[in-house]
């Protein structure tokens, strides 16, 4: 096989074989991985020009049912100090981000059964009352399909559900027994259906990964058609059980940043905090690979430290002003411009 003829298949055809991608995902050289930035980001220009796309994240609650062993905020974590937003406390960081701002809202939590559905529910709609030209995304895990669809009837547009591997063997290494495989896959479909616009991912660099566990990522992604991806390189959480393993690495979340937006030309593909984390300039990097979305926080600064999925996160310490300053600073620096618009995918 060679390497430059699969760039120039995958940017005409947007798909390639299990084994190509394999291929690719294992031998693109430093010049080659140039010309798929270049093809990436050119691609991502003819659908969102030079357009950032700025998503306010409040992260609302770290408490969590789960025990994914990556996971900084897993339940068996008694190091992690817990913590949760009020409605209030809530609204007012919907609030202070309209004000910079922000047109989309993103409500991430643990899995954490102390808000009922109807809450969430009423928290949805009283964004979407005070703020109609934003979009309302919803990031608190698996349930059950009603509670999807009667959040949906509350007015939310957005649903992010990792499905963090396709491959069922490498799934399990990930998580504990109480959670399935099929479930999170099923969750994803359900949304879809419901009318979600949906974001999978999953994390570059997991223990236990392998190139043709990514290439399944790439085909589940392809036949899956979210609305948005979210990857970043695993980073290792001092107290999870993943502790000794290395990160995922800059280079590799380029490369898949890049292979995605070959793969899927229009999709929503953020620029994540975790890339930020492990290079200082992973974010800028990211958007030059093709991604086109930053999700700065907007969750109240009290509380910023203690939603450490993993290890040193960035930007934990700052204002949300400072943080939407900075951001949009650096997409200057690389020619981009941070946008204040509700940001769907065309
Ligand atoms: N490193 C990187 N990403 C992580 N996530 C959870 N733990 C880690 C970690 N240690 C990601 C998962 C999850 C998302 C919210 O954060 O992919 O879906
Ligand atoms: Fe909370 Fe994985 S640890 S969902």
Request: glycine share 8%.
């Amino acid at each position: 096989m060679d390497t430059i003829k699969l760039i120039e298949k995958l940017g005409q055809e947007h798909i390639l074989e299990k084994e190509e991608y394999i291929y690719l995902i294992t031998s693109c050289q430093k010049e080659e991985t140039e010309l798929l930035f270049e093809k990436a980001r050119s691609l991502r220009e003819t659908y969102y020009q030079k357009e950032v796309f700025s998503r306010g994240l409040i992260e609302f609650t770290n408490y969590c049912k789960n025990n994914c062993l990556y996971c900084g905020i897993r339940s068996r974590n008694t190091k992690a100090e817990r913590y949760r937003l009020s409605k209030e406390e809530i609204l007012s960081c919907a609030d202070e981000g309209y004000q910079l701002g922000f047109r989309t809202f993103v409500l991430q939590g643990g899995e954490d059964n102390f808000y009922s559905t109807e809450e969430i529910g009423s928290l949805v709609s009283e964004i979407k009352k005070r703020y109609s030209d934003c979009a309302v995304t919803l990031s608190v895990g698996e349930r059950e399909h009603e509670a999807y669809q009667y959040w949906h009837d509350c007015g939310a547009d957005r649903y992010l559900l990792r499905h963090e591997t396709a491959t069922k063997e490498h799934y399990e290494k990930l998580h504990p027994p109480a959670l399935s495989f099929e479930h999170r896959i099923q969750c994803l479909y359900d949304l879809k259906a419901i009318g979600y616009q949906v974001g999978a991912g999953f994390m570059v660099g997991s223990p236990y990964q392998t190139a043709e566990y990514l290439a399944n990522d790439l085909l589940f992604l392809k036949k899956l058609m979210p609305d948005m991806v979210g990857i970043g390189p695993f980073i290792a959480q001092k107290d999870s059980p993943f502790a000794g393993f290395p990160n995922g690495t800059l280079e590799q979340t380029l490369l898949l940043l890049a292979i995605i937006r070959l793969t899927l030309p229009n999709v929503l593909l953020p620029s994540t905090t975790a890339l930020g984390t492990i290079h200082p300039k992973g974010r800028e990097l990211g958007i030059l690979a093709g991604a086109n979305v930053v999700m700065p926080n907007l969750s109240p600064v009290s509380v910023r430290k203690k939603y450490e999925l993993y290890d040193n996160k960035i930007c934990t310490g700052e204002e949300s002003a400072q943080c939407l300053g900075c951001l949009s600073n650096r997409m200057d620096s690389i020619g981009y411009q941070l946008v204040s618009k509700r940001g769907d995918r065309v």
